[in-house]
C-alpha cells in the first residue's frame, strides 16, 4: 500500500542529544513537509521541500535540520540548539495533485 | 502575518445536528487552494475537503461542504448531520500558488469539535 511511514511512533532524547526522525513516502511525491505540533495547537511548518537535493526554511527552523538526498524519504534532526524539542511531528508529502498526505506522527519528549 | 485564522477554539454540537467551522485566510496571490483536515485524537491528519480558488463551485464530500466565500476569504467548514465520530479537531489549510508546485502549506490553529449525544 502507498503511503507515509514515520518512525519511530515514540522517541526520548537526552538534553544535548540529537536525534533524527524519520520519513519514507513511496507515493513518488515531489513535495515533503515537516511540522510539529505542541498540545492543544496547530501544526507549524519547520521545513518543506520541493524536489530532491533542495529544501527551504518554514516558520519555525531554528534548532532543525533536513536532508533530501533521495526523493523518497525526508529525515528531520532535532539539534541540541533545539530547546524545547517536546512536540508531535508530523511529516507529510504531496504531489501536483490537490491533497497532502500524512504520516501517523512521531512524539518527542526530552527526559 | 497569520495567514489562517480559525476563531473558535472550540465548539460544542448535538448529535445529528449541523454545525459550521469558520475560516479565514490571507492571500495575494490569485492562484491557491484551501483545505480542511480532521485529527482525532489518535494524532492522524484525515483529509476532508479541498477548495480551489478558481473553482466556481463550492467542493462537498458527503456529508462535508465547503462555503466558499472568496471575496470575504472565508471557507467555512459544514458538518451535516453531526456524528459521536466527528469529535476532533478540525483544521483550516492553505496552499499558494499553483497546485503543480510544493509551496508552502499552511494551517490554522484549529478547532476542537465536541459532539454531545
Known amino acids: 500500500d502507498g503511503g507515509i511511514t514515520q518512525s519511530p511512533k515514540y522517541l526520548f532524547r537526552k538534553e544535548g542529544q540529537n536525534v533524527t526522525l524519520s520519513c519514507e513516502q513511496n507515493?513518488?511525491?515531489?513535495?515533503m513537509y515537516w511540522y510539529r505540533q505542541d498540545p492543544g495547537q496547530g501544526l507549524r511548518l519547520i521545513y518543506y521541500?520541493?524536489?530532491?537535493?533542495?529544501?527551504q526554511k518554514g516558520d519555525i527552523a531554528e534548532g532543525y535540520s533536513v536532508s533530501r538526498e533521495k526523493k523518497e524519504s525526508f529525515p528531520l534532526t532535532v539539534t541540541s540548539a533545539q530547546k524545547n524539542p517536546t512536540a508531535f511531528y508530523l511529516c507529510a508529502s504531496r504531489d501536483r495533485g490537490v491533497r497532502a498526505f500524512f504520516g501517523q506522527g512521531t512524539r518527542l519528549t526530552v527526559v | 502575518a497569520q495567514k489562517i485564522t480559525q476563531t473558535q477554539p472550540g465548539m460544542f454540537v448535538q448529535e445529528k445536528e449541523a454545525v459550521t467551522l469558520d475560516c479565514t485566510y490571507d492571500t495575494s496571490d490569485p492562484s491557491y487552494g484551501l483545505f480542511w483536515y480532521k485529527q482525532p485524537s489518535s494524532g492522524e491528519m484525515i483529509f476532508l475537503i479541498y477548495?480551489?480558488?478558481?473553482?466556481?463551485q463550492n467542493a462537498t464530500e458527503g456529508r462535508y461542504s465547503l462555503n466558499f466565500q472568496k471575496a470575504r476569504k472565508s471557507a467555512n467548514l459544514v458538518i451535516s448531520a453531526s456524528q459521536l465520530g466527528d469529535s476532533a479537531m478540525y483544521f483550516c489549510a492553505m496552499r499558494e500558488g499553483p497546485g503543480n508546485y510544493g509551496q508552502n502549506f499552511v494551517f490554522g490553529p484549529g478547532t476542537r469539535l465536541s459532539v454531545l449525544p
Open positions: 507515493l513518488n511525491h515531489d513535495a
Open positions: 521541500s520541493q524536489i530532491v537535493n533542495d529544501f
Open positions: 477548495q480551489g480558488s478558481y473553482d466556481q
